[in-house]
């Protein structure tokens, strides 16, 4: 698996996107389209943009990994998937 320097290509605020997911449990890698794709068992698999225009896009990212695995916590994820 690729680290998380190689996959941010150098976008800081990717970096420390992956960084974070890779702490929480979750594989990422890289689309053949560029996009970053996060996955976790039992967690539904999350897109987000590499290159992304949007400050925020990594603090969403991060939001929808953190909500993803309050549900899969909560049971509810074994439902979902």
């Not at 698996?1 to 800081?12: D, P, T």
């Not at 594989?27 to 068992?41: A, D, E, I, Y």
Request: include cysteine; charged fraction near 20%; proline fraction near 1%.
């Amino acid at each position: 698996m690729a680290n998380a320097h190689e996959l941010a290509r150098g976008h800081k605020r990717l970096r420390a996107l992956i960084e974070f997911a890779i702490g929480e449990g979750w594989h990422v890698k890289r689309t053949s389209g560029g996009h970053l794709k996060f996955t976790k068992n039992g967690c539904a698999p999350i897109y987000t943009s590499s290159t992304a225009s949007d400050h925020r896009a990594s603090l969403n990212a991060r939001a929808q990994i953190r909500r993803a695995d309050r549900v899969y916590q909560s049971g509810l994820g074994a439902n979902h998937g």
